[in-house]
């Protein structure tokens, strides 16, 4: 390479780094939302620190009288693969509601979210 390019890093990277690089994407993706725009979701370590969940808060009262922070969506990666869960929160339990190829595959979904199944 020419001085002054920048070069790849020496070595492999790893996986926490990639992990927290997807956290990134999934928080750039979310601010696309359409709907519930002016609420500030989070997202922390998924179920048993698997994946990704979304959190927000329930300013529509539909799950939360009260309004408060409640689970959204779990991005969980499996075998090269990104599975989308919705929260059931009569349950109280994930239900699987997409396998993608890609994490931007899933967060298209999540975030056009065109059967209200996240945002809710």
């Known amino acids: 390479m020419a001085a002054g390019q920048l ?33 500030q979701p989070q997202v922390q370590p998924g179920p048993g620190g698997v994946g990704w969940q979304v959190l927000s808060p329930n300013c529509s009262r539909s799950v939360d009288p009260l309004g408060g922070i409640i689970e959204i969506a779990w991005l969980q990666p499996v075998a090269g693969q990104w599975h989308l869960h919705a929260h059931d929160h009569r349950r109280r339990a994930w239900v699987f509601k997409l396998r993608a190829a890609t994490l931007a595959d899933a967060l298209a979904r999540l975030v056009d979210d065109p059967l209200k199944e996240f945002w809710q």
């Open 7 to 39: 070069q790849p890093p020496a070595g492999r990277f790893e996986p926490a780094a990639v992990y927290v690089l997807d956290r990134a994407r999934i928080e750039v993706a979310l601010e696309a939302r359409h709907r519930y725009k002016y609420v």
